[in-house]
């Protein structure tokens, strides 16, 4: 055998353990990915129920809301209609009522200076406004 000979079973033989020592690696990297792939299909397959539930609870959620919307137009109708009775009440009724609890006040606090004017206050007692002065 030759030196070249001698070199090139070297040569092989190195390289057959390159080729042995990257295999393992690789192999591994190979197993990983089909964890991977397992893993990547399994949350596929649970994302989809997910996906289902939540456009059913998104349709729901825009009924309710096409509902809120209908109270929320009544609710502004009832309190526009409620300013306007409001004012209607006031404009109509409000004026002549101040006026007549007004009068009703002043002929009270007239009749009752007239009972104090009439009644003399007797000898010894003391009349009504001094005893409230």
Do not use: C, W
Request: charged letters at 20%; a positive charge.
């Amino acid at each position: 055998m030759s030196v070249g000979q001698i070199a090139a079973i070297v040569a092989a033989v190195a390289f057959v353990i390159l080729v042995v020592l990257l295999a393992i690696p690789l192999i591994k990297l190979g197993r990983t990915l089909d964890e991977a792939t397992i893993a990547i299909r399994k949350t596929h397959e649970g994302t989809e129920p997910l996906l289902s539930d939540a456009g059913v609870t998104l349709t729901t959620v825009n009924t309710q809301l096409e509902r809120v919307d209908g109270v929320t137009a009544s609710a502004q109708a009832v309190a526009a209609n409620t300013k306007a009775l409001s004012t209607l009440f006031t404009a109509t009724l409000g004026g002549p009522l101040v006026k007549v609890a007004a009068l009703s006040y002043g002929l009270r606090k007239a009749q009752q200076a007239r009972r104090l004017k009439n009644s003399a206050p007797a000898k010894g007692r003391k009349s009504k406004r001094s005893v409230r002065a």
